[in-house]
């Protein structure tokens, strides 16, 4: 009896053991499933829209034709405050560096043809990172982040594959940029095959054929940074009559412009579909800056004040969404705060990254992303500008804008609506001081400078802390200008002359 208690006893133990054993190893399995990492790595499609304004899509403005972006915007989570710099090449070199641009000296506008330059090579870019960890590598439309050698194009920053622009502001049509040559490549070739194909059309053709071709045992980047819709514009036709209502005709192009770029994504959403490799693919959707406010009226950047070119939100809090089966909470709208330079450690940490350069600025908002859990950001640089001096930092619910230039920040009405306005300028003036409470003022309509010096003294000595790491603004290299002559290169773009 006794005998046999204790062999029953020890029976229990070892069953005990077993399942705790088990226990344990299925705790451990599981957090293993939920750590950051999915276990088989997702493809990532970064998709960049050029000048698209807050009210620029269908999913804020009924009035936008974007069923696509809309759909996927629905389904995945929509990023209510997801922060980018004020123009182009900043923005671009933010999100590919994971650095502030005014640590690259890339703070000002952008990238012209004649800059000798390009974003400092001493940094690995995030599709090299991405190369590093395993991924096909494809690029497909606007670079403008330097091209006077073949180092810092996109082939030579980590792009196996590159179609598109070196510049900015080409014909949608000829591709010819600055008038001059044509800036259409495929990898190192000039491509002159494809006069009178729009370029939205071109673009995602090709992003098609990218993934078509894609070896499917690697997992694959696509960065596709659509002309759309920068000007010139210009659209078919067929896009511009859907929007019969609109009395202004540039907003009326502007507006086809974002439905044949809205089309142009649901051709590789269905193609990666089609490819069976959508369920695993991230599909990220940002705007590179807000829409430039001028006198053609063509953006809409409302209710938010400014636009392109300024550090009020209407600049800088960029149009976007997440997609994907990897995103654990989806189908609402994500107000955590994150910016441009936090993609680069983010898409790193999702391809399977174990390390990062201390030194950047993005953090990992993975976790933000996939399940809404508070954002690490809690502050960002929105820029540290110097030819015309300006700063503005943004510091939990407050912003700071110092400047001490002149230039008009406008609150232009939806140009939808009528043929002419009455709008509301404020020109900053020297030594302007601009402080917004955010969560209760997100159109910047009441400046809290006056009423709240200490916070301004306190954010102030935050920018000077920043400024200790600028690096000074690339120059232009006026009298390169002519070594980079497409007439030098058989009349297109190309690398080689720096
Ligand atoms: C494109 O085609 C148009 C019309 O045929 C022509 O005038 C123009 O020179 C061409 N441009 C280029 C860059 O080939
Ligand atoms: C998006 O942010 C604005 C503040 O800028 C806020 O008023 C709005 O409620 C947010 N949208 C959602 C759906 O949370």
Not at 54 to 76: C, F, H, M, Q, S
Not at 402 to 417: L, Q
């Amino acid at each position: 009896m006794h005998h046999k208690g204790r062999l029953v006893a020890c029976f229990l133990l070892a069953l005990t053991c077993f399942f705790v054993v088990r226990n344990h190893k299925s705790f451990q399995l599981q957090r293993d499933s939920s750590s950051t990492v999915p276990s088989k790595k997702p493809n990532i499609v970064f998709i960049l829209a050029d000048d698209l304004g807050w009210g620029d899509v269908g999913y804020l403005n009924p009035l936008v034709i974007t069923p696509t972006i809309d759909k996927l915007a629905r389904e995945g989570v929509i990023l209510n405050q997801s922060y980018v710099a004020q123009s182009c090449s900043p923005s671009r070199a933010a999100i590919m560096s994971g650095y502030y641009p005014y640590r690259l000296g890339f703070q000002e506008d952008g990238v012209t043809v004649d800059m000798p330059t390009g974003v400092p090579l001493h940094l690995m870019l995030l599709p090299r990172k991405l190369q590093q960890l395993g991924y096909s590598t494809y690029m497909v439309g606007k670079w403008h982040l330097g091209f006077c050698k073949k180092e810092y194009t996109p082939n030579g920053r980590g792009f196996d594959h590159f179609y598109g622009y070196y510049g900015a502001g080409q014909d949608h049509y000829t591709h010819v940029g600055k008038c001059r040559g044509l800036d259409l490549h495929h990898d190192f070739e000039p491509d002159r095959t494809q006069n009178g194909t729009y370029s939205t059309y071109l673009f995602s053709g090709k992003a098609v054929e990218f993934i078509k071709a894609h070896d499917k045992s690697k997992p694959f980047f696509l960065y596709l940074a659509f002309q759309n819709v920068h000007s010139p514009l210009q659209v078919p036709e067929i896009y511009t009559d859907m929007y019969p209502s609109v009395a202004n005709e540039n907003r009326r192009i502007k507006l086809g412009m974002i439905t044949a770029m809205d089309d142009g994504i649901a051709k590789v959403v269905n193609a990666l579909r089609r490819h069976g490799l959508l369920d695993n693919t991230l599909i990220v959707f940002s705007s590179d800056n807000g829409a430039p406010q001028n006198e053609r009226f063509e953006g809409n950047n409302w209710p938010l004040r400014g636009g392109k070119g300024s550090l009020f939100e209407g600049g800088t809090r960029a149009v976007g969404f997440i997609h994907g089966s990897m995103l654990e909470k989806t189908g609402y709208v994500n107000n955590q705060l994150i910016h441009a330079v936090d993609w680069y450690p983010t898409l790193s940490t999702v391809a399977g990254a174990e390390t990062l350069d201390p030194e950047m600025d993005g953090l990992n908002v993975w976790n933000t992303l996939r399940k809404n859990e508070p954002s690490p950001r809690t502050e960002f640089v929105y820029n540290i500008l110097e030819r015309k001096p300006l700063a503005g930092i943004r510091v939990h619910d407050y912003k700071l804008i110092v400047g001490n230039s002149h230039f008009s920040a406008c609150r232009v009405p939806p140009p939808e609506t009528k043929l002419k306005f009455e709008i509301e300028c404020t020109s900053l003036i020297r030594n302007g001081v601009y402080l917004y409470d955010l969560k209760n003022d997100p159109t910047e309509s009441f400046n809290l400078a006056e009423k709240m010096p200490q916070r301004v003294k306190e954010m102030n000595t935050r920018i000077e802390e920043y400024k200790k790491k600028l690096v000074p603004t690339l120059d232009r290299g006026i009298s390169v200008a002519l070594l980079s002559d497409p007439q030098n290169f058989g009349g297109a773009w190309a690398p080689g002359w720096c």
